[in-house]
Structures are given as C-alpha cells and as structure tokens.
C-alpha cells in the first residue's frame, strides 16, 4: 500500500468527523481498496452502503440519514431540537419532495410535500456529531410548530415557543412563512402569548 495515500486517506477521515465515503476517496485519488484494508485492519467500520466510520466512534444518525437520502430534511420534532428548542426523541422526522424515490427511511417519520413547501426556509443545521445537515431554520420550524399542534404535548408546546421567541426569530421571515401556510392569525395571537 502507498504510504502517501494512506495518509490522505487519514487527514480525510479526521477532518470530516470520523466519516468517510468511498466517493470522497475516489475524488482524492485513492482506490477502494485502501478503505477495504483500513476495515480489516480494524480501524474502520462500515455503517451504509459506501460509507465508512472510523472504529469506536458513534454513528449519528442525522448525518447517515443525510449521507443516505440526500434530499432528506429534518423536520418538526427533529427541526426543533437542531434549533435548541426541544429535547431529542428517538425517531427523526424528514420532508421529501414529493415525488422522491423511497419507500420510507429506517428510524424516521417521513413526510412527501410539494416543492415549494419543502424549499421554503431549508437551511442547515449542526448535528449532536458537529456535522452539518440539511433542516428549517428557526423561524419556519416554529411556524411548523404552530401548523402541527397535534403533534406536540402542550407542555412541549410551550416550551419550543417559548424559546423559539427567546432567539429573537426575523419577523419578516415569520409573517412571510406564516402567510404561505395561512397561519398569520394564529402567529399573532401566539406571539401575543408567548412574548
């Protein structure tokens, strides 16, 4: 085995959080079978179809959601904890644009919306692992709140908004989201509430 690639192959997986893709090793000039030897050799383990972790580290499971299903948004629940507004629960939730391939994803809740409401406010976010993964950003993830009530405990309820409000959200993005989803009324009286 070359020493040199076998040293980018290490900066590789180091700079990007332990994780790397036979894909990223492909665009860096090295050959599958250096990620094949790293695995037998026991310093890495492979935890999806082309994606490899480095041995004892913990799989996130936003990242190998994102890795997996590149379209993939994370949403309400999930949305509101990458926010810092809720605690994490145990099955993530997604928005796929309708239409995409998939017949649902292991260990989370997936929803099919239409282009537009899939796009509007997408973001980034930084996962518990320090990667970056696609979700809403806050603003549209407390209208989300709003538009989903049902889906939350009224304890839960009060605490996402409360500290939505706590981090000061753009107005503008607020009433322009909540206008797409007709929401204004119940936006104002639910500021009116919790500010």
């Known amino acids: 085995m070359n020493k040199k ?3 980018i192959l290490l900066d590789l997986i180091e700079n990007n959080d332990g994780y790397i893709s036979v894909q990223e090793a492909k665009e860096n000039g090295i050959e599958r079978t250096y990620l094949f030897s790293l695995e037998e050799d ?3 383990r492979k935890v999806a179809r082309g ?3 480095r041995k004892g580290l913990e799989v996130d499971p936003f990242y190998l959601i994102h890795f997996t299903y590149k379209k993939a948004a994370f949403s309400l629940r999930s949305s509101a904890f990458l926010q810092g507004l809720l605690p994490l629960e145990q099955t993530l939730s997604v928005n796929l644009p309708a239409g995409y391939m998939t017949k649902g994803i292991l260990g989370a809740r997936c929803r099919h919306v239409g282009e537009k409401e899939y796009a509007l406010g997408l973001s980034l ?3 518990p692992n ?3 993964v696609p979700c809403y950003d806050l603003e549209r993830t407390m209208v989300d709140i709003i538009r989903y009530q049902e889906s939350f405990s009224r304890e839960e309820l009060e605490i996402a908004l409360k500290e939505g409000f706590k981090k000061n959200p753009y107005q ?4 322009s989201y909540a206008q797409a989803f007709h929401l204004e009324a119940e936006l104002k009286l639910i500021q009116k509430l919790f500010t």
């Open 5 to 7: 690639k076998n040293e």
């Open 42 to 44: 026991g310093y890495l």
């Open 51 to 53: 994606l490899y972790l």
């Open 125 to 127: 976010a930084v996962s």
């Open 130 to 132: 320090g990667t970056l």
């Open 172 to 175: 503008e993005k607020l009433d």
